[in-house]
């Protein structure tokens, strides 16, 4: 059975830094593409940032020069990195690992914003 865990949410005060972790419990974990997503009340869940197998990583405009995503493939775990958090990052944010083999979601961390 496959489980993505999510870690490392919280509530920060708005120019502070967060860092997610997702360990990922499935073989092959580098041929996945590992994405964060983050959905908030109201609002559709949408991308912020992945990273595929080659390497390649891509980010929302919201949060470009801010977050960073980086993997280890040796300890299945990929990590968000937040840097100067605004209040409009407050969301639940969730991990997924994707390839041919399946699409997997965590069940998310919260993560909260105040200015």
């Known amino acids: 059975q496959v489980q993505l865990v999510e870690s490392g949410g919280g509530l920060v005060q708005a120019g502070e830094s967060l860092r997610l972790s997702c360990v990922a419990s499935v073989t092959f974990f580098s041929s996945y593409t590992m994405g964060w997503y983050r959905q908030s009340p109201g609002k559709q869940r949408e991308l912020v940032a992945s990273?595929?197998?080659?390497?390649?990583?891509d980010y929302a405009d919201s949060v470009m020069g801010r977050f960073t995503i980086s993997r280890d493939n040796a300890k299945n775990t990929v990590w968000l990195h937040m840097n100067n958090l605004e209040p409009a990052d407050t969301a639940v944010y969730y991990c997924?690992?994707?390839?041919?083999?399946?699409?997997?979601w965590g069940q998310g961390t919260q993560v909260t914003v105040s200015s």
């Open positions: 990273h595929m197998p080659n390497g390649d990583t």
């Open positions: 997924n690992a994707k390839s041919r083999r399946g699409n997997y």
